[in-house]
């Protein structure tokens, strides 16, 4: 039997975090997500991956993909990724309206996208194959977290 094709991302996630709709209005932020916190009733990828990230005790201010980009106080940029970084894809390297995923192991990534509708895990080569994400923009680290320890 050949391997199953499907990638096998390194996090373990609750049932609710799979089933959250793609919603774009709803981003870090934005009035629809003040009138009603959570991810009941949608988002878009930022605020899911901040929501992934919080379910494993790493907190990122509510910013949108350009501001977190130039975050130098809760992210700091890194070359390689390891899981529960934040990557950022775009049709140019522009973070501004970039696309935020989270690294989910090796290279598959965590993320919320209007194609999809849901929560999906694709592997890097498949954001290469796509116009809007062609270009990994970076790869951003929470800090103060146990992998970030000692690395400024």
Known sequence: MPPDPTPQPALTLPQLLW??????????????????P???AGANCQLYAYAVL???????PPLRSSD??????ATRRVSTPRPLDLLLFNATDD??????????????V?????????????????????DRYRVLVGIKRVRGTHLDAGRG
Do not use: I, K, N, Q
């Not at 959250?20 to 932020?29: I, L, N, S, W």
């Not at 977190?68 to 106080?73: I, K, N, Q, T, V």
């Open 68 to 73: 977190l980009w130039e975050d130098r106080d």
């Open 110 to 130: 965590l993320h919320l996208c209007a194609e999809v509708g849901r929560p999906v895990v694709w592997r890097l080569a498949e954001f290469g194959a796509r």
């Open 38 to 40: 959570g991810l009941a």
């Open 95 to 108: 973070a501004y309206g970039a696309h935020v995923g989270v690294c989910a192991g090796g290279d598959t």
């Open 19 to 36: 089933d959250v709709p793609y919603v774009g209005a709803r981003h870090p932020g934005s009035p629809a997500v003040a009138e009603r």
């Open 54 to 60: 919080a379910h494993f005790g790493r907190v990122v």
